[in-house]
């Protein structure tokens, strides 16, 4: 066991370094170098023989690489030159970052609740009208580009009908005070009900949005999961036993048609990390997404390369922690 | 199997007795269904010898899933390739151009331009039609050079092994570790100028990682099979065996992957152009483009956005349906 988390956590480590190399040389190979990246409009000749000089950039490349991975640890990842002109690129993704989580669980707590059951219901009816009807739906819902969904989810249940708010984390004249800048859990915390019910309201529609890909995918591998396990000889064997149908259910047939299902969630956070680009920038709604998506229309490359790096890392640690799980669940996987 | 008796025709049942003679006979058609059954399942075969691919056509001609796949992707295939001819309108000319005004920036539908004009005065519904093609070719260059990356690395780790094999894989690894979205997003923001090419580009690199883990298994599982072995007692070369004992193996599951990648590529290129990282140049019409600058309109006049739209999810799940119902005919273990 322990043999197997640190071979995996070796792993990990080679992808960060690997991906850290990558970074660099992704802000070298950018249009007109990391120079006029730093210095956008204020790229002068006399600007750019300065700032290449201040950065070493005559220096040999490995030379370089080490310099920026010094600063890259101390979270000096250079300044944005884009909407947060000045900032340091680091604060951004720092601010911004409880939003994005929020709004995550909050987004892939729908798609569970929703697609585990509907799978499990969908695989023992399998053939019937709810399975037919949960199928169809799971295929439109990867056929959906998620933008337009968040678009219509917007123009239909805010722009039209007014029931929920067309955009941002929390309301004008709400006066919250916040602890985590997780806003809901913040409302809930200084008993502020008011601001909780307000920042949930404000996360339906683009969780809705975000959820629907992880959402058609996990009902997807629940179903066939437990297709799988229905007819394992155990099942039969336990309701042969004369077992209550409630103790097969849980004990024999979830506990194990949940396996692949785990593995699946761990994936599913890239997916998310993907889609809160473009559902943040849909819904205006102020978490690394949106500094994401507004990184790319005005090259805020400081800003990017910061996101990027932390979205890898923290897809790379979800996915590390699932697989560790997986091999507590399951004695195979560490063997292999 | 066989029954002596019956084969012989030394009933013990005597002429007179027609009763019996039927329930034998039935019991021979019975026995003889059993093994067409047998045989059409793969596990034995008859004179004709039935492959994986021809189970896998009698399976797929007679299921309604890919039925409907098959008939939207060849009405899309039909409209991309006669466009030109169909499209009622030149898609570049500026026709409804004096209705276009600060006030109304989208003419309205009207005869002989059904669906109305863009922000630019020309026909959507011609826009549309060609634009079919150009999404067409997006698709499918992006999924062709994702699995020619993918056949490149996959094959390399694979056929050759050792150090190689884990060399490439950590590459493959690392691409894997970055949400494929974000990578998709960060790869195209590297071109000063995007244009078709970049956005093909950057589609087809994040494909690459799928393509080459898939080649790779499907040789890992080769190369110790009989066809392997006795191909390398006869003395062929190991290139030989990679491209004419093992390639052929892998062409299903890549043809099942290649469909699902389609979709994927076609909802990625939206994606692309929503955020500013699509063709700038709008000359030719490509669905994903045409979606992702129709957010401006989406709440005044969502009907630019929904056609482009609906188009892009049909045929999205058209490849997708197809590439389901493939699997499922392609995979021995759902073969009953």
Redesign the interface.
């Known amino acids: 066991m322990l043999r197997f988390i640190v071979r995996r956590l070796l ?1 990990a480590v ?2 960060l370094f ?2 850290s190399v ?1 970074l660099f040389a ?1 802000l070298r ?4 170098g990391v120079v006029s990246a730093l210095l956008g409009e204020r790229g002068t000749p006399e600007n750019a023989a300065r700032l290449r000089a201040q950065l070493g950039l005559d220096d040999p490349l490995p030379v370089q690489y080490w310099r920026f991975l010094q600063r890259a640890l101390q979270g000096d990842f250079g300044v944005s030159n884009g909407v947060y002109r000045g900032e340091p690129a680091l604060d951004v993704f720092v601010q911004r970052f409880p939003a994005t989580l929020e709004l995550s669980l909050f987004a892939l707590a729908l798609a569970l609740v929703l697609a585990i059951p509907l799978g499990y219901v969908a695989a023992r009816r399998r053939g019937g009208m709810l399975d037919t009807g949960s199928v169809i739906f799971s ?2 819902g ?7 969904l968040a ?1 219509v989810l ?2 239909l249940f805010a ?1 039209r009908w007014g029931l929920l708010p067309p955009s941002g984390r929390q309301s004008v004249g709400i006066d919250a005070t916040h602890i985590t800048n997780l806003y809901v859990l913040d409302g809930i915390l200084t008993r502020e009900w008011d601001a909780a019910w307000d920042a949930l309201k404000h996360l339906i529609l683009p969780a809705i949005a975000l959820s629907s890909i992880p959402f058609a995918i996990i009902f997807r591998i629940t179903r066939a999961a437990v297709i799988d396990v229905m007819d394992e000889d155990y099942v039969r064997t336990a309701r042969a036993k004369g077992l209550t149908s409630s103790v097969i259910r849980v004990r024999h047939i979830m506990r194990n048609a949940l396996i692949p299902v785990v593995t699946i969630v761990g994936l599913q ?3 998310l ?3 809160a ?2 559902t943040e ?1 849909v819904f205006a709604f102020q978490g690394i997404g949106q500094a ?2 507004i990184g ?2 005005r ?1 805020d490359y400081p800003v ?1 390369q910061v996101l ?1 790096m932390f ?2 890392l923290i ?2 640690v979800v ?1 590390l922690a699932v697989d560790v799980a997986y091999a507590l669940i399951d004695p195979r996987v560490r063997t292999k | 199997m066989t029954d002596p008796t019956a084969e012989t025709g030394t009933s013990p049942v005597s002429p007179e007795d027609p009763d019996h003679r039927s329930a034998f006979a039935r019991m021979g058609d019975r026995r003889k269904r059993r093994i067409d059954e047998l045989a059409e399942a793969g596990s034995l075969s008859d004179e004709r010898g039935v492959s994986l691919w021809q189970s896998a056509w009698r399976r797929l001609r007679r299921d309604p899933v890919f039925l409907i796949g098959a008939v939207i992707i060849l009405l899309f295939l039909i409209v991309a390739l006669i466009a030109p001819w169909l499209a009622p309108h030149d898609p570049r000319a500026r026709d409804l151009i004096g209705q276009v005004t600060p006030a109304t920036p989208i003419p309205d539908p009207q005869p002989g331009y059904p669906l109305g004009g863009d922000n630019a005065g020309r026909d959507l519904l011609s826009r549309l039609i060609v634009g079919a093609r150009q999404t067409l070719i997006v698709g499918v260059l992006a999924t062709l050079g994702g699995l020619f990356g993918g056949l490149v690395l996959g094959t390399l780790a694979g056929g050759i092994g050792g150090w190689v094999d884990n060399i490439v894989m950590r590459v493959v690894d690392v691409m894997l570790s970055i949400p494929s979205l974000l990578m998709a997003f960060s790869i195209a923001a590297i071109f000063a100028r995007p244009s078709q090419w970049t956005v093909i580009l950057a589609i087809a690199i994040v494909q690459v990682p799928v393509f080459a883990r898939l080649l790779r298994g499907s040789m890992i599982s080769q190369r110790h099979s009989d066809h392997v072995l006795a191909a390398r007692s006869l003395g062929v070369r190991a290139p030989a065996i990679v491209f004419r004992h093992m390639l052929p193996n892998s062409v299903g599951p890549v043809i099942v992957q290649g469909t699902l990648v389609l979709a994927v590529s076609i909802i990625d290129a939206a994606a692309l152009s929503f955020l500013g990282l699509g063709n700038p140049d709008d000359s030719v019409p490509e669905w994903g483009q045409m979606l992702g600058r129709a957010q401006v309109f989406f709440n005044t006049y969502p009907h630019v956005a929904v056609y482009p739209a609906l188009c892009i999810i049909v045929v999205a799940l058209g490849f997708t349906l197809m590439g389901e119902s493939l699997r499922e005919a392609l995979d021995p273990k759902s073969r009953r």
């Not at chain 1, 190979?29 to 007109?32: F, H, I, K, M, Q």
């Not at chain 1, 990867?142 to 337009?148: G, I, K």
């Open positions: 792993q080679i992808a690997v991906l990558l992704w190979s950018l249009p007109g295929l439109v990867v056929a959906v580009p998620v933008f337009f678009y917007k123009y722009v956070v890239g997916a990390l993907g889609g680009v473009l920038k994401l998506a790319f229309e090259r990017l990027i979205a890898a897809y790379i996915n």
